[in-house]
T-cell receptor, first 114, second 109 residues
Framework: NAGVTQTPKFRILKIGQSMTLQCTQD?????MYWYRQDPGMGLKLIYY???????DKGEVPNGYNVSRSTTEDFPLRLELAAPSQTSVYFC?????????????FGPGTRLLVL | QKEVEQDPGPLSVPEGAIVSLNCTYS??????FMWYRQYSRKGPELLMY????GNKEDGRFTAQVDKSSKYISLFIRDSQPSDSATYLC?????????FGGGTRLMVKP
């Protein structure tokens, strides 16, 4: 049981390039999330999804796009990368969206935009 | 002002010490409070959650919430080197978790 997996582990992008961060979970969870973590700033929610075909914006969605065509996959797309998008990106999933529901996190993708 | 604030540390303690990690928050609507542990270069994992004010104990860990002062604490008894990590507090009101910036803890053998 792999849980939440993310690829790539690390990537360097040039300003203006685009890329897709991949996230897959094998726990059959309906809810999936993308966060970014900047040093000392905690985790900020970028986008989330309540099921296949349904996504919604979080706190910091600008510059990102998501899609959810299957229960398992929730890719995050960066268009026109900017230095401000240098961060560590975490994908998470949960069975329900209850307030106490555990979110399971992937190992993260470190992105450097130069 | 951040909604959830934590001292970033690092907090360095000797093995066996009692550790106190703290957060303050500003949003009175928060009802669920959580502590996540994050090892270096890993994703966060949920340690404990509590609802409203009060204490919750799980082995060496005790989570405490004081809603009157908007203060959240995590106590670790008999701390071990394996407890060395960043501890993130989080609070929930409605649909989103709001995280603090994390406190880095180092437990020295």
């Amino acid at each position: 049981n792999a849980g939440v997996t993310q690829t790539p582990k690390f990537r360097i992008l040039k300003i203006g390039q685009s890329m897709t961060l991949q996230c897959t979970q094998d726990m059959n969870h309906n809810y999936m999330y993308w966060y970014r973590q900047d040093p000392g700033m905690g985790l900020k929610l970028i986008y989330y999804s309540v099921g296949a075909g349904i996504t919604d914006k979080g706190e910091v969605p600008n510059g990102y796009n998501v899609s959810r065509s299957t229960t398992e996959d929730f890719p995050l797309r960066l268009e026109l990368a900017a230095p401000s998008q240098t961060s560590v990106y975490f994908c998470a999933s949960s069975r329900l969206y209850g307030q106490q529901e555990t979110q399971y996190f992937g190992p993260g993708t470190r992105l450097l935009v130069l | 002002q951040k909604e959830v604030e934590q001292d970033p540390g690092p907090l360095s303690v000797p093995e066996g010490a009692i550790v106190s990690l703290n957060c303050t928050y500003s949003n009175s609507a928060f009802q669920y409070f959580m502590w996540y542990r994050q090892y270096s270069r890993k994703g966060p994992e949920l340690l404990m959650y509590t609802y409203s004010s009060g204490n919750k104990e799980d082995g060496r860990f005790t989570a405490q919430v004081d809603k009157s002062s908007k203060y959240i604490s995590l106590f670790i008894r008999d701390s071990q080197p394996s407890d060395s990590a960043t501890y993130l507090c989080a609070a929930n009101a409605g649909n989103m978790l709001t995280f603090g910036g994390g406190t880095r803890l180092m437990v020295k053998p």
